[in-house]
């Protein structure tokens, strides 16, 4: 394992669907520790023409807001080690939407059949 990745092997976590609402009208133990949105596609073609576009309204919604923004990009099958880098689609999203914060795009690789499963059993998950 590189010096720089870290595993954590089990995170309580609770996700709530996004409203829109002004953060300052919110209690403080409500505030939201970031937004997040989780990105499941490794076609590079249904990206440019379908998750780009939501990923950018969704980036343009978060723009006032005062709360940090992740994409999550869950990666499924292995490139070979001679593509390049922005021709897989989670260089695409750390090139498209990464480049002020690039710590902001987090890839997630597959470790269970279906890794959201497992996030959406957790008993703090809602």
């Known amino acids: 394992v590189d010096d720089y990745v870290h595993r954590v092997p089990r995170l309580a976590l609770r996700f709530e669907p996004y409203i829109e609402m002004p953060e300052a009208s919110l209690p403080l ?17 249904a990206y440019k023409s379908e998750v780009h576009p939501a990923v950018q309204a969704w980036m343009r919604s978060q723009a006032s807001s005062p709360v940090p923004w992740v994409i999550v990009h869950r990666v499924v099958a292995a490139k070979p080690k001679t593509s390049f880098f922005r ?4 260089g695409r999203i750390k090139s498209d939407f990464g480049s002020k914060y690039p710590e902001r795009c987090v890839p997630v690789q597959e ?12 008993p703090e998950c809602q």
């Open 87 to 90: 021709e897989t689609v989670y």
């Open 111 to 122: 470790a269970a059949p279906d890794p959201w499963q497992a996030v959406a059993t957790e």
């Open 29 to 45: 133990f409500r505030l939201p520790f970031a937004h997040v949105y989780f990105v499941d596609c490794d076609d590079i073609v």
